[in-house]
Nanobody
């Protein structure tokens, strides 16, 4: 079965940086799109960004564009979310998701598999 495991979350001061990782297993992901979402307390899941696994094409939400970079390491079956210039508004549980297809998608219901999430807390 497909398993996605996020890591790298933690506490960081405003202005700092953090790199999240999503280790994927159980499937060949060459035809998949990997997405990053986040959920702040009391809010719905929000799209952060996505990457086409095979070509590495990326898509970012306007709220993080310029501050975040998504990349992937095919040998490790791992995708990364590098976040810079973090603010308290970035505090949330961050989720990795996967869907079959080469086009990036921005809505949670378009993804089939989800990780357990990793907490990111940005202090002021």
């Amino acid at each position: 079965q497909v398993q996605l495991v996020e890591s790298g979350g933690g506490l960081v001061q405003a202005g700092g940086s953090l790199r999240l990782a999503c280790a994927a297993s159980g499937r060949t992901f060459s035809s998949y799109t990997m997405g990053w979402f986040r959920r702040a307390p009391g809010k719905e899941r929000e799209f952060v960004g996505a990457i086409n696994w095979s070509a590495g094409r990326t898509d970012y939400a306007d709220s993080v564009k310029g501050r975040c970079t998504i990349s992937r390491d095919n040998a490790k079956n791992t995708v990364y979310l590098q976040m810079n210039s973090l603010t308290p508004e970035d505090t949330a549980v961050y989720y990795c998701a996967a869907r079959q297809g080469v086009f990036t998608r921005r809505y949670p219901n378009e993804y089939d598999y989800w990780g357990q999430g990793t907490q990111v807390t940005v202090s002021s």
